[in-house]
């Protein structure tokens, strides 16, 4: 089945770190960009960062620049995004997602199915 | 950043009515623009990219309008599986953005 499966999410203070990981299957996950985005009720669905599919060239939102790594394991199948200096306004549900035209028409066509971080005291 | 604003933020309407969605970016964005639906409690679903392609297995009564600045999402005849939240999001450069979505409920 060709499917993503986010893991990692979870609570942590304010300052704190965690990383979010995409299992990939059912696809060559090597010959895909990928890509981070966040959903809030009151910010509505953010992009967060993206990645080619050879590992390079990663690009971030302003909001996560200097904090957030996005990276990839092509032998792992596996999205990963280090989040470090986690801030309240970091709370969101966090889904990787597919790039199936990397540097063509972009768009998002396979997601997972959202993995919940909640920054906190 | 290239904004995207999306008309109305909510709607009301019934079975079998034709519905339109808007969604304008600050800057020419050529045709990269993409449209996603979203049902409560799972993840967005492509349903046209490029501006007017429909991703495969999208029903034929979701057709798409415009390029550069103004965009439009047409539902030619409700159905009961196409009450959810929309979403623009241009893919012209990063940061790519997002519309604020529009929620289609039922009247």
């Known amino acids: 089945e060709v499917q993503l499966v986010e893991s990692g999410g979870g609570l942590v203070q304010p300052g704190g770190s965690l990383r979010l990981s995409c299992a990939a299957s059912?696809?060559?996950?090597?010959?895909?960009?990928m890509h981070w985005v966040r959903q809030t009720p009151e910010k509505g669905l953010v992009w967060v960062s993206r990645?080619?599919?050879?590992?390079?060239?990663?690009s971030y939102a302003d909001s996560v620049k200097g904090r957030f790594t996005i990276s990839r394991d092509n032998a792992k199948n596996t999205l990963y995004l280090q989040m470090n200096s986690l801030r309240v306004e970091d709370t969101a549900v966090y889904y990787c997602?597919?790039?199936?035209?990397?540097?063509?028409?972009?768009?998002?066509?396979?997601w997972g199915q959202g993995s919940l971080v909640a920054v906190s005291s | 950043d290239i904004q995207t604003t999306q008309s109305p933020s909510s709607l009301s309407a019934s079975i079998g009515d034709r519905v339109t969605i808007t969604c304008r970016a600050s800057?020419?964005?050529?045709?990269?623009l993409n449209w996603y639906q979203q049902k409560p409690g799972k993840a967005p679903k492509v349903l046209i990219y490029?501006?007017?392609s429909l991703q495969s297995g999208v029903p034929s009564r979701f057709s798409v309008s415009g390029s550069g600045t103004d965009f439009t999402l047409t539902i030619s005849s409700l159905q009961p599986e196409d009450f959810a939240t929309y979403y623009c999001?241009?893919?012209?450069?990063?940061?790519?953005?997002f519309g604020q979505g529009t929620k289609l409920e039922m009247k």
């Open positions: 059912g696809f060559t996950f090597s010959s895909f960009w």
């Open positions: 490029a501006a007017y």
């Open positions: 800057q020419n964005i050529r045709s990269y």
């Open positions: 999001q241009q893919s012209y450069k990063t940061p790519y953005t």
């Open positions: 997602a597919r790039d199936p035209d990397s540097g063509g028409w972009s768009r998002f066509d396979l």
């Open positions: 990645i080619y599919n050879d590992g390079t060239r990663p």
